[in-house]
């Protein structure tokens, strides 16, 4: 069987992620390639989309927030992801039980003796207006009802588990600041979500392995549960099987693949790219080294900002006053580093409306 090594799978993610060059799509396009982009950071899938679309203008992405055709919303990990409207409305059931456990995991002491089902019941009946309520407003509303545990633990049960909610606008529109308003998905997008699939099929799982090796592939099965959160998609993996190739990781560990998907020569050159916080081409894997050394893997869940240089985590970067600042975490060569403030200068001019292209690129650590 053939072993690709980091080099290889790093070529092979970055073609999948729109970071090896920037694709001509539309904006709904990509967000449905990319399967989704963690969103927690509301500003974050603006940066997310320039580093990976030619000539992209935020003001079509928040359109199509306000135009109903891209969401806010708790999905893979329990983590706000900005995904299609039709993606969410497939997808949300086949998360229910994941998502319900991920706040159980938490607050598990705290919702002891709560009735979830009924308090489903509530909150579906309390949401049915189609009202956007923040979730202090949902917990005053439930909680007048009956006893029950503090609001924090009851606030996510509902708003990240119980009932299926999107983000209203202006929350997520760009340049623009809002508070979380929480909307039934249902009400927001006109009708239910799908219902979930009888206990013997998993039609949407196999959807997830298909669409998730098309943007993260050649990955393991352990990667795919990363990504998604999923425990439950061995018989998916297994029912789409026979349309997968193999490969190894220098681990010795099998990776699935879609046959005709893009695995670039390891040779071809890798332009620097700018990613937002949490970006998915980093959390997206459960074995990280194909982007990210273990050194620096922390960065990847603490919200830092991160500059690809050939491919791999070289730098972090802030913005402030208009000013992008990059700091290496290793020596740049001159031509990385030229082409680092290149691309910085283009993400100040956007993150400014062009009213900035000013970079500084620090020295290396010591």
């Known amino acids: 069987m053939t072993v690709l090594d980091h080099r290889a799978l790093n070529r092979a993610t970055l073609a999948r992620q729109l970071l090896l060059e920037r694709a001509d799509l539309p904006v709904v396009d990509a967000v449905a390639h990319l399967c989704g982009l963690q969103a927690q950071e509301p500003q974050e899938p603006f940066v997310g989309l320039w580093s990976r679309l030619t000539a992209f203008d935020p003001?079509?992405?928040s359109d199509l927030?306000?135009?109903?055709?891209?969401?806010?919303?708790?999905?893979?990990?329990?983590?706000?992801?900005?995904?299609?409207?039709?993606?969410?409305?497939?997808?949300?059931s086949r998360h229910d039980a994941m998502l319900r456990q991920r706040v159980l995991g938490v607050y598990r002491d705290e919702l002891k003796g709560v009735d979830l089902e009924e308090l489903t019941a509530d909150a579906r009946e309390l949401m049915a207006d189609g009202e956007p309520r923040t979730a202090?407003?949902?917990?005053?509303?439930?909680?007048?009802?009956?006893?029950?545990?503090?609001?924090?633990?009851l606030g996510e049960m509902v708003v990240a588990a119980l009932v299926p909610m999107a983000q209203a606008p202006p929350r997520g529109l760009w340049r623009t600041k809002g508070g979380v308003r929480n909307v039934a998905l249902?009400?927001?997008?006109?009708?239910?979500?799908?219902?979930?699939?009888?206990?013997?099929?998993d039609p949407v799982g196999q959807v997830l392995v298909r669409r998730y090796l098309a943007a993260y592939g050649p990955a393991a099965t352990a990667d795919l549960r990363a990504w998604s959160g999923l425990a439950g998609l061995p018989g998916a993996v297994a029912a789409v099987r026979d349309e997968l190739v193999s490969f190894r990781d220098v681990r010795g560990r099998e990776l699935l693949d879609l046959p005709d998907a893009p695995r670039p020569d390891p040779d071809t050159p890798a332009p620097v790219r700018f990613l937002p916080a949490f970006d998915n081409a980093i959390?997206?894997?459960?074995?990280?080294?194909?982007?990210?050394?273990?050194?620096h893997r922390g960065l990847s869940v603490a919200g830092e900002r991160v500059v690809l240089v050939d491919g791999r985590v070289a730098a972090t970067w802030t913005v402030v006053d208009d000013v992008v600042t990059v700091e290496p975490l290793r020596a740049?060569?001159?031509a990385d580093?030229?082409?680092?403030?290149?691309?910085?200068?283009?993400?100040?001019a956007f993150l400014s409306g062009g009213d900035s292209d000013r970079v500084r690129v620090a020295a290396p650590p010591r």
Do not use: C, K, N
């Not at 927030?65 to 409305?89: G, P």
């Not at 249902?186 to 099929?201: F, H, I, K, N, Q």
């Open 59 to 61: 003001a079509v992405l």
């Open 337 to 348: 580093r030229t082409a680092v403030a290149d691309q910085g200068r283009g993400l100040a």
């Open 283 to 295: 959390l997206g894997y459960q074995d990280r080294g194909r982007i990210i050394d273990d050194a």
């Open 65 to 92: 927030l306000t135009r109903r055709s891209v969401v806010r919303t708790h999905l893979m990990r329990r983590t706000v992801h900005l995904v299609t409207a039709e993606d969410v409305l497939a997808w949300r």
């Open 332 to 334: 740049l060569s001159r």
């Open 186 to 201: 249902s009400s927001w997008l006109g009708r239910p979500v799908d219902p979930p699939a009888p206990e013997d099929a």
């Open 136 to 153: 202090a407003e949902i917990v005053r509303a439930l909680a007048g009802r009956r006893p029950g545990p503090g609001p924090r633990p």
